[in-house]
């Protein structure tokens, strides 16, 4: 999608669809610009609200045809919820839905009166977003990328809102190569696969990707990663991508982003039940997101140094897998033992965590699908937030405001160590029925230990169960845009 900036007024801007937001109206005047179009077509505005078609809820639309006193062939008014919540979040879902509604059409002009950067941003990123669908499958799709989208926004400084589209579309097209790569089906991606789009990725954006093999991890130690590659015949990898900043950086920072890559979890010898388990090619949307964040970073170039690490593998019940009551020496030398074979994340995600301190990271963002039981805390709806560190978190969790992806921080009490308890070993890799987001999460900061850091437990958003007004059924990218907005407000 070619996404551009106009200053042209709305009566003359050409394209397939013109979008505008409308509020949900309560006996109030219309606001100028829509009165301005509602005039232009005769009291079409009006009209739809009056009789009920249109109510200017959230997501809602209605469409004109061939509107009079438009150059543009059709109007598409969207809903923008109550006035006083239509934030950049909803500006930008709200986009989404525009482009999902009409999505036949090849171009779009999105009317935005005194856009500010951020709603440009927000408005970019939302239509790309909107865009994506996971077509690569299906042999007769007709699915059409969409041309060009025009923000038209009379009062406006083109300079700034056209740099800030081009932020949103670089983010959102990152996402969606997050969700290309993480709605692949677990036969046609594993480890090897994984790694591989990493590489060809790295290669476009002139990253550098290393991937250490089961030989290397092995040398090194990481016997907590490889316990749980053991039961598959598709051999682990970590796979890491480096950024670097042209110019000497102000601080000696570097932000080491560590991702859960499990493409496919049957849960090993604790096997899963038969149902949704088709879900868990999801598992390793971590790692996804962080190959996709550092897309996007390749392009926008932080300040900092950034490191991505993902540790990749397949958990299955192969003859040569881990037992429960396997105990396993971990890369940081402390041992584990393996109560369950489905808490299988957080036996990668240490040895990563550990590898990336030792590669000199001081600041550790994870992202992964952990547990079950942060789904039950915050639905399907918000991403929870755990850390070692009150102040980072509370960075992090404004970076995720502004950037549109719901987050909510849970506490990660030192009263939950003794839930981990082992009689034989230094920790268990499960807690117990009772706080189960809570005890993964304390797992991993065992290995943390007192370099900040943030664990995001993703399991419930990082992929949409069903379609959404502003987004397809499949993986969300989610938390592609918060990460970036870390690494670029450093
Ligand atoms: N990948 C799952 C977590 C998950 C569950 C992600 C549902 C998405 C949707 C993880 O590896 C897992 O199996 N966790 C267990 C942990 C338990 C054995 C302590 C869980 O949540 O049941
Ligand atoms: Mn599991
Ligand atoms: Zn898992």
Not at 147 to 154: G, Q, W
Not at 423 to 429: G, H, L, M, Q
């Amino acid at each position: 999608m070619r996404i551009s900036f106009s200053s042209a007024s709305i009566e003359t801007v050409e394209a397939d669809v013109l979008i505008a937001f409308a509020p949900e109206k309560k006996e109030q005047p219309l606001a100028a610009h829509l009165a301005g179009l509602n005039q232009a077509t005769g009291g079409w505005l009006d009209e739809i609200y009056a009789s009920g078609e249109f109510s200017g809820k959230a997501y809602e639309t209605a469409l004109l045809h061939r509107p009079q006193g438009l150059k543009a062939k059709r109007l598409l008014v969207v809903g923008a919820g109550p006035a006083d919540k239509f934030d950049d979040a909803l500006l930008s879902r709200a986009t989404g839905a525009a482009i999902r509604a009409a999505r036949k059409n090849a171009s779009f002009a999105l009317y935005l009166p005194d856009a500010t950067p951020e709603q440009g941003k927000a408005a970019a990123e939302g239509a790309v977003l909107g865009e994506w669908e996971p077509t690569r499958y299906r042999t007769k799709d007709e699915t059409k990328p969409i041309e060009a989208l025009i923000v038209v926004s009379p009062s406006s400084d083109g300079h700034a809102i056209e740099a800030a589209l081009e932020r949103g579309r670089i983010i959102a097209e990152s996402a969606n190569f997050t969700r290309d790569v993480a709605t692949e089906p677990p036969n046609v991606l594993g480890p090897q696969e994984l790694a591989q789009r990493a590489r060809d990725m790295a290669a476009e954006q002139g990253l550098q990707c290393e991937v250490l093999d089961q030989e290397q991890m092995r040398e090194i130690g990481m016997g907590s990663l490889l316990a749980v590659a053991a039961g598959s015949v598709r051999p682990p990898a970590l796979i890491i991508l480096r950024y670097r900043p042209a110019n000497e950086p102000a601080s000696q920072d570097h932000l080491g982003l560590v991702g859960k890559g499990v493409t496919f979890d049957t849960g090993g010898i604790s096997i899963k039940s038969a149902e949704n388990m088709d879900k868990m090619k999801y598992d390793m949307c971590g790692g996804a997101a962080m190959i996709g964040t550092m897309r996007a970073l390749a392009q926008l170039k932080p300040r900092i140094p950034v490191t991505a690490f993902i540790p990749t593998v397949e958990n299955m019940p192969g003859g040569a897998a881990m037992r429960p009551g396997d105990i396993v020496t971990s890369l940081s030398g402390k041992t584990v033992e393996v109560l369950n074979t489905d808490a299988e994340g957080r036996l990668i995600l240490n040895d990563a965590i550990t590898y990336a301190k030792r590669q000199g990271c001081t600041h550790l963002v994870d992202a992964a699908t952990l547990t079950g039981a942060c789904v039950v805390a915050l639905g399907h709806i918000y991403t929870g937030v755990f850390s070692n560190n009150s102040t980072f978190e509370d960075r992090f969790l404004s970076f995720a405001k502004t950037a549109g992806e719901k987050m909510w921080p849970f506490p990660v009490d030192d009263e939950f160590r003794e839930l981990l308890k082992s009689p034989f070993a230094d920790i268990a890799n499960i807690g117990g029925r009772w706080g189960g987001a809570i005890t993964a999460a304390y797992f991993l900061k065992e290995f943390a230990e007192d370099t900040p850091w943030i664990h995001l437990d993703i399991a419930g958003t990082a992929s949409y169960d069903d379609g959404k007004p502003w987004a397809a059924k499949g993986a969300s990218g989610i938390p592609v845009r918060t990460l970036v907005e870390l690494a670029m407000s450093w």
